[in-house]
Structures are given as structure tokens and as C-alpha cells.
């Protein structure tokens, strides 16, 4: 789930985009400030089932705090095939999206003609909502390649690859179109969270406002349902072996707490080789929608997560100043805050977790020295709009920031691990 990534001109040095870039295979363990990782943390060596993650100002060099790496797509069944990097690594959402502009590692603007689905005999395109506005393409079929690790047939979106049909209102409610690289701050997003396909069930059988749609040849598109099996899917679970999750590995940021850029890696698989096995982490399983609990300052927030694509640490506290920074609500404290949230598993599993909040304005006077860092923080207001009991804060999104200096765990729901069933997160 891509929160508010962007911080406006009222900066006049960047905007703050969702997105990053990777090389292959390897996992080199830097970062500009020369940080290692964190206390007894190791990083996957080079391997098949490895591929580098890296934190960097992005494609078009205005983000900060997001994770990318590269992803090969080709036409089924032929050796017609594009690699693109900077494709942003999403814990908080399902499917791999690639954006109808995006350039290739050659420099090569996307050429796939990938095979569009459709559900009889209509083209289907899907709207996908963020906080911070919508994105809208077809649903296509391809083979897809990450390091050494393949999947055949799997349905993806092209997001900006139907200019000239017209959104459904009910797609472009949540702000502004995010079709292109420039505004969707990357080449694509690999969402490699909890659930193998982007809606489920639930659009097996309800036509859903604000995912897929049945859009003829002229024009009037309708939701519809859609199987299974067509739906965007996450091409990790559709590896042969590795496909029962992921783990985010990257380094500390050392006491400074900022890095120009951060290289780790994105290992596929939890106990399936000898570079993905579970030591003493804590597992907590999550809720029907993924989710754990969390207290934070006496808060019970039901539906909290672990989310790459999220820049910063967001959480409601009216507390801590946010009006340093024009736009946006990010937090802006006279000094560093020390702070801990606790974190409680279906399972009763309870971890506590102990994170810094400084002042936005002052890391971002870094940018674009600095992309990496690991005290930013915003305020999430009130969510009583999209909490389920309507009560006003329910959720603590622990963004990017949370993940330098862990390796963070993501078993996919139902799928068997070493250390049982996801889903879970594990740290």
C-alpha cells in the first residue's frame, strides 16, 4: 500500500516518490556512510533465489526511502523479453504492475506485446487505488524473471496502457492519476505482500467498485468479477520452489541514521534453502487481512503493517509538531523522539519494537546527499474512513524506516513454512 509519497515544490529540491532501482543477482551489503547491518544481522550472499534491493532517488532522482530492484518480463512462450529496474518493492500490496512509459536497462521504452486478457471476449483493466491517488491499466499475461527465479503466465497490469478509455469515477476518487514514471515515481511495483492475488475471493463473486472492469471497445466500462486465476497476481507464488515468501534484508544506517544510498537484498522463499531459514525472529501472524496489532501510546491499533512501500513511519499522534513541511504531515519535533510501539501476533506472539522520529524538515535539507533514512515519520490523522469499526485511528504503518537493520520475514497466506502457516511477518 503506497502511502503519501510526495512532498511538493514548497521544498523546491524534491518530491518524494514511492519507487528504486537494482541490479541483479547479488546482494552487496553498503551504504554510502559505510554501516554494515544491524546488531547479529547477516544479508543473503549471491544466490539463485537472491536479487539485489536497493534505496536510491529513484528514476526520475526525487524519492527517498524506497526500495527497488530489477524484473525481466517477457512474452509468453518466447524469448521476446525486457529487463526494467527501478521497479519499487511493495510489502503492503500484491502483483507486479509495470508502467505502459517505463524504459528498459538499454535505455528501450516498453515494447511487450504482451497478451491482454479478457474475460469473455471484453478487455478487462483494473483501478488501482493508493491514498495518494489511483493508477488505471489493462491486465496482460507474461513470463516473468527475477534473479534466477521464473514464473509462466502470469497476470500483470500496464498501468497507463489504456489512454483512451475514459476512468470510472469510482476509480478516480481517491486524487490524482499516477499513469506515468514521472508520476508514479518508478517503472513498476512488484507488490510482495501476504496475499498471492491483489482482491481474491471477494472478486471472484462481487463486482467491486475500484478494481477490475470490463471495458468494451467502446467504451463504458463496468466492474466485474473476475476468476482467480486472471487476477494480478504476485509472481512469487507462482515460483516452481521459493514461493512461501520473501524476506527484506537491509542494512543499519548506522548512528547517523541517513545514507546516500543502501544496497540489500530481496530473498525469495522462508526455510526453502540454506539462505532463508528462520533463526530466533519473532512470528506474528496476522489477522484475515494480513494484519497485527499494535499499542502505541495507549492506542490499540488492530490493523497494523509492514509496508516497503510506505517512506516513512505513519501512526497518528497530535502530539508531535507536522507543520514544518508545507505539504504533508510529516512530523517535525524540535529534537530526536524516542519512541516503542508494541506488536502483538493471532498468535499472542509480542515484540517491542524501539524506533526514532526526527524533524522531516531537517532530513530533507539532506536530500539529494541523503535518500535513506530511518527516522522519518508522518502523521496518519484520523482513518476513521477506511477502519472497519470506524473508529478513528486503527492502523500503525510501519514504513521502509522500520525495515534498515532487520531482515524482515513475509510468509504468504496459506502457504506451509519452517516456522508454520502464513500469514506473518517475522523480525
Given at each position: 500500500?503506497?502511502?503519501?509519497?510526495?512532498?511538493?515544490?514548497?521544498?523546491?529540491?524534491?518530491?518524494?516518490?514511492?519507487?528504486?532501482?537494482?541490479?541483479?543477482?547479488?546482494?552487496?551489503?553498503?551504504?554510502?556512510?559505510?554501516?554494515?547491518?544491524?546488531?547479529?544481522?547477516?544479508?543473503?550472499?549471491?544466490?539463485?533465489?537472491?536479487?539485489?534491493?536497493?534505496?536510491?532517488?529513484?528514476?526520475?532522482?526525487?524519492?527517498?526511502?524506497?526500495?527497488?530492484?530489477?524484473?525481466?518480463?517477457?512474452?509468453?512462450?518466447?524469448?521476446?523479453?525486457?529487463?526494467?529496474?527501478?521497479?519499487?518493492?511493495?510489502?503492503?500490496?500484491?502483483?507486479?504492475?509495470?508502467?505502459?512509459?517505463?524504459?528498459?536497462?538499454?535505455?528501450?521504452?516498453?515494447?511487450?506485446?504482451?497478451?491482454?486478457?479478457?474475460?469473455?471476449?471484453?478487455?478487462?483493466?483494473?483501478?488501482?487505488q493508493f491514498v495518494d491517488g489511483y493508477s488505471w491499466g489493462p491486465l496482460a499475461t507474461a513470463d516473468i524473471d527475477i534473479s534466477s527465479e521464473s514464473a509462466s503466465g502470469v497476470p500483470v497490469q500496464v498501468i497507463g496502457g489504456s489512454p483512451n478509455l475514459t476512468v470510472p469515477s469510482a476509480c478516480a476518487s481517491t486524487g490524482s492519476q499516477e499513469d506515468t514514471v514521472s508520476a508514479f515515481g518508478a517503472n513498476g511495483i512488484l507488490g510482495v505482500g501476504v496475499f498471492p492475488q491483489d482482491c481474491g475471493s471477494y472478486c471472484v463473486t462481487t463486482a467491486v467498485n475500484g478494481y477490475y472492469y470490463a471495458c468494451p471497445?467502446?467504451?463504458?466500462?463496468?466492474?466485474?468479477?473476475?476468476?482467480?486465476?486472471?487476477?494480478?497476481?504476485?509472481?512469487?507464488?507462482?515460483?516452481?520452489?521459493?514461493?512461501?515468501?520473501?524476506?527484506?534484508?537491509?542494512?543499519?544506517?548506522?548512528?547517523?541514521?541517513?545514507?546516500?544510498?543502501?544496497?540489500?537484498?530481496?530473498?525469495?522463499?522462508?526455510?526453502?534453502?540454506?539462505?532463508?531459514?528462520?533463526?530466533?525472529?519473532?512470528?506474528?501472524?496476522?489477522?484475515?487481512?494480513?494484519?497485527?496489532?499494535?499499542?502505541?501510546?495507549?492506542?490499540?491499533?488492530?490493523?497494523?503493517?509492514?509496508?516497503?512501500?510506505?517512506?516513512?513511519?505513519?501512526?497518528?499522534?497530535?502530539?508531535?509538531?507536522?507543520?514544518?513541511?508545507?505539504?504533508?504531515?510529516?512530523?517535525?519535533?524540535?529534537?530526536?523522539?524516542?519512541?516503542?510501539?508494541?506488536?502483538?501476533?493471532?498468535?499472542?506472539?509480542?515484540?517491542?519494537?524501539?524506533?526514532?522520529?526526527?524533524?522531516?524538515?531537517?532530513?530533507?535539507?539532506?536530500?539529494?546527499?541523503?535518500?535513506?533514512?530511518?527516522?522519518?515519520?508522518?502523521?496518519?490523522?484520523?482513518?476513521?474512513?477506511?477502519?472497519?469499526?470506524?473508529?478513528?485511528?486503527?492502523?500503525?504503518?510501519?514504513?521502509?524506516?522500520?525495515?534498515?537493520?532487520?531482515?524482515?520475514?513475509?510468509?504468504?497466506?496459506?502457504?506451509?513454512?519452517?516456522?508454520?502457516?502464513?500469514?506473518?511477518?517475522?523480525?
Open positions: 500500500m503506497r502511502k503519501p509519497l510526495f512532498v511538493g515544490l514548497v521544498l523546491a529540491v524534491l518530491t518524494l516518490a514511492g519507487c528504486g532501482g537494482g541490479g541483479g543477482g547479488a546482494s552487496v551489503i553498503t551504504s554510502s556512510n559505510g554501516s554494515g547491518g544491524g546488531s547479529g544481522q547477516t544479508i543473503a550472499s549471491p544466490g539463485p533465489n537472491v536479487i539485489t534491493l536497493t534505496v536510491d532517488p529513484g528514476p526520475n532522482g526525487n524519492a527517498v526511502d524506497i526500495p527497488y530492484t530489477s524484473v525481466t518480463l517477457c512474452v509468453p512462450g518466447t524469448s521476446q523479453c525486457q529487463t526494467f529496474d527501478h521497479i519499487e518493492v511493495d510489502t503492503g500490496s500484491y502483483g507486479l504492475r509495470i508502467l505502459a512509459n517505463a524504459v528498459d536497462t538499454s535505455g528501450n521504452p516498453f515494447a511487450l506485446p504482451l497478451p491482454l486478457e479478457t474475460l469473455n471476449g471484453t478487455p478487462v483493466d483494473e483501478c488501482t471497445s467502446g467504451g463504458g466500462c463496468q466492474a466485474t468479477t473476475l476468476p482467480l486465476a486472471e487476477q494480478v497476481t504476485d509472481p512469487v507464488s507462482d515460483f516452481p520452489t521459493d514461493n512461501n515468501g520473501v524476506i527484506i534484508e537491509l542494512p543499519s544506517l548506522g548512528s547517523s541514521g541517513t545514507a546516500a544510498t543502501v544496497s540489500g537484498a530481496l530473498v525469495f522463499g522462508i526455510g526453502t534453502e540454506g539462505n532463508n531459514s528462520l533463526g530466533g525472529q519473532t512470528v506474528l501472524t496476522g489477522n484475515s487481512y494480513g494484519d497485527v496489532s499494535t499499542d502505541y501510546n495507549g492506542q490499540s491499533l488492530p490493523y497494523s503493517f509492514f509496508d516497503t512501500g510506505s517512506n516513512a513511519y505513519y501512526f497518528a499522534d497530535s502530539a508531535i509538531p507536522d507543520s514544518c513541511v508545507k505539504q504533508g504531515n510529516w512530523f517535525c519535533p524540535g529534537g530526536t523522539l524516542q519512541l516503542t510501539a508494541t506488536n502483538t501476533g493471532q498468535n499472542g506472539a509480542v515484540s517491542t519494537v524501539d524506533f526514532s522520529i526526527a524533524n522531516a524538515g531537517t532530513l530533507f535539507s539532506q536530500f539529494p546527499t541523503n535518500a535513506a533514512f530511518t527516522e522519518l515519520g508522518a502523521n496518519a490523522g484520523n482513518q476513521s474512513s477506511f477502519c472497519p469499526n470506524q473508529a478513528t485511528n486503527c492502523s500503525f504503518d510501519f514504513g521502509l524506516p522500520f525495515f534498515f537493520g532487520r531482515n524482515v520475514y513475509v510468509a504468504f497466506y496459506g502457504a506451509l513454512t519452517s516456522a508454520g502457516t502464513g500469514p506473518y511477518f517475522a523480525y
